[in-house]
């Protein structure tokens, strides 16, 4: 290679990392495997290593990846916090013993080895056993102050059992979100049409960074604790400092163990390739320590990770197991997505038997046939999802799979949409799952805010008669209530209440309840406040609508379908009459100014000032136009901390003017005087 290639492919590999650190450390949305974020690392290093004229103190390789905001509080970490070196080889980790006992002649060497927990890391510091500070890791030299948020983990001690400690001391562990905590979750951000979770370590690292501790608290986080520091620590071996934390009331991992040969390390990587299947949390690999401080303090460290200890990554999870039948099933909009029925396996601790193949053309793809063996993967991913066919377990005379041409819950005929890959049921007023799907999501968190009220309450009513469409949830009486399976006293005077209380929601929050097709949350927005109410919408033209900001044809097509319906007209009229808001009120006028009509604004970044809502909320009170890419029509970006490399690389090529939040909020300020 030479040396204009080499100083390219390191620039480009630094680029590149950054942006992966950025996506995974800051926006928690990683983009790629951490194998392959280990493997560029890995490349980049060897790189510089040869090319050492190209070296740089900012490179990736210099650095730990940050997860920093600017809404905490940040402190200088009493020890740095660094990363580990880490291998996907057993033979590696093989290395890695030799090199120790190599550094340390004539020693006996113990290795201490445990769970690697994916979640996200955290600091404490105790005194007079109790808690004073939690720090998240950062950038391993400052991290931001979560205390208020830590002291919602119920496995944390706020005030230590026991006796024995030390009077001032540092002990470090990892938040995580268990799989039951992390699945309950993403079925309520489902059920409120949020975006989910990719994987618990996600779910953990936002929970952590949350305003409001209460909800925190909600959320089930747990933590694991596997390294203490202090300049009086009770013995002078790892294992026992971790024994004696764990009689001080820190959960420490019953994984945790001794390990005095080779054979015991491989034996130990060998278990917990499989035994960790089984754990209630999420791991990604096994940490293997030198067990004497002694020798740990000789080892010493690289500019990056400590020589006495390497992380071991697990292989990503893949499974395979045969397919027992496709279903289909119809969605509240009566989309059709067939779901691939499986022989029970485990996968990232959780038994796995269905996955969406979302539509025939993936069905086609993948050309499934019955009873076919299929590659299920779960790695990172929200759900489990079909990867591949080992077509040599197919069975001899084996049918391919084929798309329903009928609905499978009420029997029409299906009609495939134009450009798209997806078939549609019809029968929006007959077919019970989109009926009881309508009601589910008309009392979502984001729409109408009726608690209570799921998917089993949602079937239960309809198959009562209670409710046959969204409507009827105003007529609903505590003795219907009652009447349902499982129901008492507060669970019924918790619906009515959540009833009533819908009936003060906002006028563009009702359009978006109404699962018109095409107008999401902010499309329901713009509608509102352009056309302020009901009566308003049910008089405009295709071409009157068309000419409101982002209502293209085919949106104002699915309205004006929608409204020419007469089940729908009832529906909006007994809604009207129950005092469900119908039009704009005075208070949503409160503020709104034009100051920045006309203008495409886009927003990237961390802000300290406010939220990244909060930002976009501003905009659009101001007349301003929220949009997610830079153009050519942009007008400037509003940046925080940490702009997208990309966003900022485009803004600068097209001369978009870049202004940060005290410019805006300025910006503003001037602009009202």
């Known amino acids: 290679m030479e040396a204009n290639e080499a100083r390219e492919r390191i620039e480009s590999l630094r680029r590149d990392l950054e942006r992966h650190n950025y996506n995974?450390?800051?926006?928690?949305?990683?983009?790629?495997?951490d194998r392959e974020f280990d493997r560029m690392m890995k490349e980049l290093e060897a790189l510089e290593k040869e090319w050492k004229e190209f070296d740089d103190p900012l490179s990736?390789?210099?650095?730990?990846?940050?997860?920093?905001?600017?809404?905490?509080?940040?402190?200088?970490?009493?020890?740095?916090?660094?990363?580990?070196?880490?291998?996907?080889?057993?033979?590696?980790?093989?290395?890695?013993?030799?090199?120790?006992?190599?550094?340390?002649p004539g020693e006996?060497?113990?290795?201490?080895?445990?769970?690697?927990?994916?979640?996200?890391s955290i600091s404490l510091i105790y005194e007079d056993g109790r808690l004073v500070r939690a720090v998240t890791r950062g950038d391993g030299a400052v991290g931001d102050v979560v205390t208020d948020n830590v002291k919602t983990i119920r496995s944390i001690p706020l005030r230590l059992a026991g006796s024995g400690w030390p009077r001032q001391f540092e002990i470090r562990g990892e938040i995580v979100l268990p799989w039951k905590a992390f699945d309950r979750l993403n079925e309520e951000r489902a059920f409120n049409e949020e975006p989910l979770f990719a994987n618990p370590r996600n779910a953990a690292s936002g929970t952590l960074k949350l305003q409001n501790p209460a909800e925190v608290g909600r959320r089930g986080l747990d933590a694991y604790f596997y390294y203490l520091l202090s300049d009086e620590l009770p013995a002078a071996t790892h294992y026992e400092n971790m024994m004696a934390a764990r009689s001080w009331g820190f959960k420490v991992s019953d994984a945790m163990t001794r390990l005095h040969t080779l054979e015991e390390v491989d034996a130990y990587i060998n278990h917990w390739d499989t035994a960790r299947k089984e754990l209630p949390v999420a791991t990604d690999g096994l940490v293997f320590k030198v067990d004497s401080l002694r020798q740990e303090l000789n080892l010493g460290y690289t500019a990056k990770s400590p020589r006495w200890a390497i992380a071991y990554k697990f292989q990503a999870e893949r499974?395979?197991?045969?397919?027992?039948?496709?279903?289909?099933?119809t969605g509240r909009i009566g989309v059709i997505t067939p779901v691939a029925n499986l022989e029970p396996v485990l996968l990232s601790g959780t038994i796995v038997k269905r996955a969406s193949l979302h539509n025939e053309d993936i069905i086609r793809t993948l050309d499934i046939h019955e009873h076919d063996m299929l590659y299920v993967e779960k790695g990172g991913e929200i759900i489990p999802k079909i990867t591949g066919v080992n077509i040599s377990g197919r069975q001899p005379g084996a049918e391919p799979v084929r798309f329903v041409t009928h609905c499978p819950a009420c029997g029409t005929a299906l009609v495939r949409v134009e450009g798209e890959a997806s078939w549609i049921c019809p029968n929006r007023y007959g077919c019970v799952p989109q009926i009881t799907g309508r009601v589910e999501h008309f009392v979502g968190r984001r729409m109408m805010n009726i608690d209570g009220i799921g998917e089993e309450t949602s079937e239960a009513l309809f198959a009562s008669g209670f409710v046959k469409d969204i409507a009827d949830l105003y007529s609903l009486t505590r003795e219907q209530l009652l009447t349902l399976e499982g129901f008492g006293e507060r669970s019924a005077e918790r619906i009515l209440q959540g009833i009533e209380d819908s009936k003060a929601v906002p006028?563009?929050?009702?359009?978006?309840?109404?699962?018109?097709?095409?107008?999401?949350?902010?499309?329901?927005?713009?509608?509102?406040?352009?056309?302020?109410?009901?009566?308003?919408?049910?008089?405009?033209?295709?071409?009157?609508?068309?000419?409101?900001?982002?209502?293209?044809?085919?949106?104002a097509e699915s309205l004006k379908d929608y409204l020419a319906a007469p089940a729908n007209l009832r529906i909006i009229e007994r809604l009207c009459d129950a005092g469900v808001q119908m039009a704009v009120g005075s208070e949503s006028d409160e503020g709104r100014t034009e100051l920045l009509a006309g203008k495409s604004i886009v927003i990237s970044g961390v802000f300290n000032l406010h939220s990244r809502d909060e930002y976009k909320e501003m905009i659009e009170r101001n007349g301003g136009k929220n949009v997610g890419s830079i153009s050519k029509k942009t007008d400037f970006v509003l940046a925080g901390a940490?702009?997208?490399?990309?966003?900022?690389e485009k803004a600068q090529k097209l001369g978009i003017p870049i202004v940060d939040e005290e410019a805006f909020l300025a910006m503003l300020s001037t602009a009202a005087e």
């Open 24 to 33: 995974y450390y800051v926006l928690s949305a990683p983009e790629i495997s």
């Open 60 to 104: 990736p390789t210099h650095r730990v990846g940050s997860d920093l905001t600017k809404g905490f509080e940040q402190v200088r970490h009493i020890y740095p916090m660094l990363s580990l070196g880490n291998t996907y080889s057993i033979g590696e980790v093989d290395d890695f013993v030799r090199r120790v006992r190599e550094a340390v």
């Open 108 to 120: 006996e060497v113990t290795i201490v080895g445990e769970m690697k927990f994916d979640g996200t």
């Open 319 to 329: 499974a395979l197991t045969r397919l027992r039948f496709v279903s289909f099933e």
């Open 507 to 555: 006028f563009e929050r009702v359009l978006y309840a109404l699962s018109i097709p095409f107008v999401g949350e902010t499309v329901a927005k713009k509608l509102a406040r352009s056309v302020r109410s009901m009566d308003r919408l049910m008089e405009m033209s295709v071409e009157e609508l068309t000419a409101i900001d982002d209502i293209g044809p085919r949106i």
């Open 642 to 648: 940490n702009m997208g490399p990309s966003k900022l």
